[in-house]
């Protein structure tokens, strides 16, 4: 390499030595050759490149016309043509030249020299000079090759456009006003904010941290013992609360910005934490974390694009904040409010109950409310599993124009949810919490005209089937005082579901009103279960006369199991879970731990008891029915028995189970089948056991026509004392209690009422 680059200098000092010569013999008329650009001949037939450039293909003189000259830089390999200290060389088509480094110059206040002898080089002092441009609230200092704008001490540096350009200006930092609100009378109130301003007055940016420590101690006492703020409205409430979350994240934030880089963390002893970080320029993803809460988002989030300031990123943990939050309002946002239509559900009155702490998340970047990037937040709460008529959300606390607020999901959707943990997306930065919104499903007008049409002929009936059952003793027996007990029962547990379902304003009542419900169907549920059993017992037995035995252990086991078993249920349920009588749109049984099975259990094992009777029933039945007389083995008997025991099927829980069958696609069809079968069960209950029997309907028409005759002819008869005596012994019970006919008895005899066949007619 040294080699070559000799022979380079040799030739180029030839090419001086020689460019004379060609220039005389070209001017003495000499022919000359045709050079290609940046060359020039030698003589007619050969060229030479000028100085500052070299031939490709090496040659120094050439005589092809399709050379080409390139130029030579001096400034790289192999020359590398030296400045000296300070400087740099530049090359240039044919040439090069050296030149101060920025911020310095020639002594003679040039910049441009050609070669390391003329280096003079030397640093420039743009401060003392003025050829600075630092802002007025900054002081220059001057640094080799350069200078540098400072802020002085306690002043924090911020970056504006000015003139086109970016300039760092300094402020002084100082403590934020953050005073009492206005309107609000409260001592708790004040004392706090005494303390804040003391705080104020003794704040220095040197111990920031101090301050800090201190405010978070401050607010933990006064969350911890609001003291009067308790006795406040809950509008007042909310706007204290308000004022104070849009106030520590304001003071929080300035007094940051005066941390070393790095994290802080404070705590106080009530739950109120801060965990924040600082950064002159944070790159990636940061993560803050509470005892309950977890924030991640982009340092790009954080820091503005005109501040040249440390970034700071924050999370503050403040629980006792949400005594303060009691009752406030939730609204969805439009999209969730469409879903929610779309689903038939819409939030009940009452108030969204938080699952998680309030947390706080504040940067340095004050414009926050659409951010390029989500912040995500992990929350953990206690175990809740949300019911049918309760939803999960994921909130922030909306400040509203009067200065209080609500809580709000615009902007925030819920990632994930657990029995423990919920995680949020929001696209802005505010407080943050996982609320839980009781709601159900919006009525449906045709289930509810349903419900108490139907429920209301249901009452109807079974007071008629009670009253036939009662005073009718031509069919009073076992099966009857069984169907008697169910249709009371039935009838108490439906007169209350119209009357007192929805009466939650007073938690006492609705709790004792679920209680009472919960015992009436579990009641009319276990007369059902009797009713199958002695249904079975009776074909087990079968006669159509003599079932002594069977009436016997019915009349034994009727009372005691049919109110006695029921009672235990409720009595255990109400000493295990009593604040699970009641929820907040119904005063049924609540759907938390799984509490309603202590229904549903007790119903799918009853249902499932009552199939297998009636399926043994069935059988005993198709068996033996051949075995019996010729008058009781007809077509139409073997109708009627098959019917009334499908109905008995029906009756004793085979409807209910339509209520578990309401989910998926099917949910609509069955709560449509549940609502019209089951609201109509008194009228089953009428229409099987009463006017399906050809000896009560006896007994209706010759009632009917007792009171038409009673009507008719009341002037037209005189009766003595004795007769009217007499009469009104048969008149005082409907006729309907008397036998069919009377010709078949001796007169002085009794009359036996005709037993219903199998106890079911």
């Not at 423990?420 to 802005?428: I, K, L, R, V």
Request: charged residues 15%; neutral net charge.
């Amino acid at each position: 390499m040294k080699t070559g680059g000799s022979e380079n200098f040799l030739i180029r000092c030839l090419c001086v030595l020689l460019i004379p010569l060609g220039a005389i013999a070209h001017k003495n008329g000499a022919p000359c050759a045709r050079c290609p650009r940046n060359a020039h001949c030698t003589n007619a037939s050969s060229c030479r490149c000028d100085p500052g450039f070299t031939s490709l293909s090496g040659k120094v003189i050439f005589s092809t016309s399709s050379e080409v000259c390139t130029d030579i830089n001096e400034c790289g390999p192999p020359l590398y043509m030296s400045c000296g200290s300070l400087a740099h060389c530049h090359n240039v088509e044919g040439s090069y030249y050296c030149e101060c480094a920025p911020g310095h110059e020639l002594l003679s206040g040039g910049t441009k020299f050609q070669s390391e002898k003329e280096n003079t080089c030397q640093d420039v002092d743009e401060c003392s000079s003025g050829k600075h441009q630092c802002h007025n609230t900054t002081h220059c200092i001057n640094v080799k090759g350069s200078y540098k704008c400072y802020c002085h001490h306690d002043w924090v540096a911020r970056s504006r456009p000015l003139h086109g350009l970016n300039f760092t200006i300094c402020e002084e930092v100082s403590f934020p006003s953050w005073t009492s609100p206005s309107g609000v009378n409260s001592q708790s109130l004040s004392r706090f904010f005494d303390k804040v301003q003391q705080l104020s007055q003794d704040f220095k940016p040197a111990l920031a941290k101090n301050t800090i420590q201190d405010l978070m101690q401050e607010v933990d006492e006064l969350l911890e013992t609001p003291g009067d703020l308790e006795t406040l409205a809950p509008s007042e409430q909310h706007c204290v609360a308000t004022h104070l979350l849009v106030g520590l994240e304001d003071v929080l934030r300035v007094l940051s910005k005066l941390l070393p880089n790095g994290p802080l963390t404070a705590h106080a002893p009530a739950g109120t934490g801060l965990s924040l970080t600082v950064q002159d320029q944070g790159i990636g993803d940061v993560t803050l974390g509470q005892s309950q809460a977890k924030m991640q988002l982009k340092w790009d989030v954080a820091q503005e694009s005109n501040d040249l300031g440390p970034s700071v990123v924050g999370l503050v943990s403040t629980p006792g904040i949400s005594k303060l939050l009691a009752e406030a309002p939730l609204v969805l946002d439009s999209k969730q409010q469409t879903v929610l239509r779309e689903h038939r559900d819409f939030l009940a009155g009452g108030s969204p109950v938080l699952l998680s702490d309030v947390v706080s998340a504040f940067v340095s970047n004050k414009d926050t409310q659409n951010l390029g990037s989500p912040v995500t937040f992990i929350f953990s709460h206690h175990l809740v599993t949300p019911g049918p008529t309760q939803k999960v959300f994921c909130v922030f606390w909306e400040h509203s124009q009067d200065g209080c607020g609500h809580w709000s999901t615009t902007g925030c959707r819920m990632v994930a949810t657990g029995d423990a943990s919920t995680t949020c997306q929001c696209s802005h930065l505010s407080s943050f919490a996982v609320l839980m919104a009781h709601g159900h499903i919006q009525e449906d007008p045709v289930l509810a005209v349903i419900t108490y049409v139907g429920l209301g002929l249901s009452l109807l009936c079974l007071l008629l089937a009670a009253l036939t059952f009662l005073l009718c003793k031509a069919i009073q027996n076992t099966s009857t005082s069984l169907h008697l007990q169910l249709s009371i029962c039935l009838f108490l547990a439906h007169l209350l579901f119209l009357t007192a379902i929805d009466q939650t304003k007073i938690k006492l009542l609705c709790t004792i009103i679920a209680g009472v419900l919960h015992y009436l169907y579990l009641a009319s549920f276990t007369w059902m279960l009797l009713d199958g059993l002695h249904l079975f017992l009776t074909a087990r037995n079968l006669t159509v006369v003599n079932y002594s035995s069977v009436s016997r252990l019915m009349k034994w086991l009727m009372f005691p199991v049919g109110y006695g078993v029921p009672a235990i249920i409720v009595a255990i349920s109400a000493a295990s879970r009593p604040s699970l009588y009641g929820t907040p749109t119904r005063c049924w049984l609540h759907t938390d731990k799984g509490f309603v099975w202590t229904f549903l259990g007790p119903v799918c094992t009853i249902f499932s008891i009552n199939l297998a009777f009636f399926l043994m029933t069935f059988w005993i039945v198709k068996n033996k029915l051949s075995s019996l007389n010729r008058d009781v083995s007809t077509l139409q008997n073997t109708r009627m028995l098959t019917f009334k025991a499908t109905a008995q099927l029906l009756i004793l829980g085979c409807t209910w189970c339509l209520g578990v069958l309401q989910v998926g696609a099917a949910a609509r069809i069955m709560a449509y089948l549940f609502t019209i079968i089951n609201s109509l069960q008194g009228a089953f209950i009428f229409l099987v056991y009463c006017l399906l029997s050809q000896q009560v309907r006896e007994q209706y028409g010759k009632w009917f026509r007792g009171v038409r005759k009673a009507k008719a002819e009341p002037e037209n008869y005189t009766l003595s004392s004795g007769t009217v005596s007499d009469a009104s012994k048969h008149s005082a019970a409907p006729d309907f209690c008397l036998p069919s006919s009377l010709s078949k008895y001796p007169k002085s005899g009794t009359y036996p009422c005709h037993q219903p066949l199998l106890g079911i007619g």
